[in-house]
């Protein structure tokens, strides 16, 4: 799975492009805790098999927030949600479940780890591969998306196994299964390659120049 500081990262990065009017220090903690907290499931592991990277990465609980807010706050005639938390809480509600979709899970469904998104309905991890580049010869290649005679469809869906098969290793569950083992090696990622060092490093210099501004208009 991908490191929670790089998940974190990514949702500085949303908070500092999307909550506008709405961007303080409390907002910006929402959206990084909602960013990293599908990462929870790991703490899940140790007593519900398989719950890595599939209970709260599953996209059940992320609909059911986006339908129950859109509801409220579009199509119900009186929001309690806007009555109580007014524009800026709604804001920052939309904000936060995209930072829980982009970087919580988008960024395990990326990964090599994949993402067990119809968890637990149906028990399937799904990893989502592909390139896009611009050749001489063959001009734009992209591989995300097939282009047939059946229509478009998206192609390198690749399964790693199921809750079953499957063990994702972290450092809460070092195995990926159930049960506390004291003694196991535990290794925290902060990083793991050199894109994600540069990812954490912008959303740092990102927030620093917001923040800045925000004290000089103030």
């Given at each position: 799975m991908a490191p929670t500081l790089v998940a974190a990262a990514v949702g500085a990065l949303l908070a500092a492009a999307l909550l506008g009017a709405a961007f303080d220090r409390r907002a910006v903690a929402?959206?990084?805790a909602a960013a990293v907290a599908p990462d929870l499931d790991a703490v899940a592991s140790l007593v519900l098999p398989g719950a890595t990277n599939a209970l709260f990465h599953a996209i059940w609980l992320p609909l059911f927030a986006a339908g129950a807010l859109y509801w409220d706050t579009a199509v119900s005639e009186a929001s309690r949600f806007?009555?109580?938390f007014g524009w800026r809480g709604?804001?920052?509600a939309w904000v936060a479940l995209a930072a829980f979709l982009v970087a919580g899970v988008g960024a395990d469904l990326f990964g090599s780890a994949g993402?067990?998104?119809l968890y637990p309905i149906h028990d399937a991890y799904y990893r989502i591969d592909g390139r896009l580049v611009f050749s001489t010869r063959e001009g734009i290649v992209q591989t995300f998306v097939a282009l047939g005679a059946e229509g478009p469809g998206i192609l390198p869906i690749a399964s790693p196994g199921t809750t079953a098969s499957h063990a994702i290793p972290t450092f809460v569950n070092?195995?990926?299964r159930p049960g506390l083992a004291l003694d196991a090696d535990r290794e925290l990622s902060l990083v793991r390659s050199g894109w994600q060092l540069v990812v954490v490093a912008a959303a740092v210099a990102t927030l620093a120049v917001r923040f800045g501004r925000r004290e000089v208009a103030e």
């Open positions: 929402v959206v990084v806007r009555a109580r709604v804001r920052i993402a067990n998104l070092p195995d990926g």
